[in-house]
């Protein structure tokens, strides 16, 4: 999977957890891009059916973006918390996890799960 379109996947799903109807300006404010270069992306997305969008240019996530989304997001999560449990402060925590949730393999996302859950959460 390609880094900019898990990004951009996870983006959508952020901005869909704060408003119901999302327009590409909505992600080129919430990722700072250039609008043109969010237009080409979309576009991508679209014709590789992650999203679709209506006669109103609303854009919303398919079954398939939106599973894609959910567990670039959950190895965001996970990393960006396991980060900040040891120390590393939100700010950097936060960049950290969005470079190290493209490149970490599922053995390693789940023993990383299983390392915080272990020594960082409280057990039921």
């Keep these: 999977m390609l880094t900019a379109t898990e990004d951009y996947l996870e983006t959508i799903l952020r901005i869909s957890k704060e408003k119901t109807n999302i327009r590409a300006m909505d992600i080129v404010n919430h990722t700072g891009y250039a609008r043109a270069t969010v237009s ?4 991508q997305l679209k014709e590789s059916g992650y999203i679709v969008s209506d ?3 609303l854009i919303q996530l398919t079954d398939k973006g939106n599973e894609i989304a ?4 959950a190895r965001h999560m996970l990393i960006e918390n396991f980060l900040i449990a040891i120390g590393v402060d939100e700010e950097t925590a936060y960049a950290d996890a969005c470079i190290l949730e493209h490149g970490i393999s599922e053995e390693s996302v789940e023993r990383l799960e299983q390392f915080y859950q272990q020594n960082f959460t409280k057990n039921s």
């Design 55 to 57: 006669n109103n240019r």
């Design 40 to 43: 080409i992306a979309l576009r």
């Design 70 to 73: 959910l567990r670039t997001h």
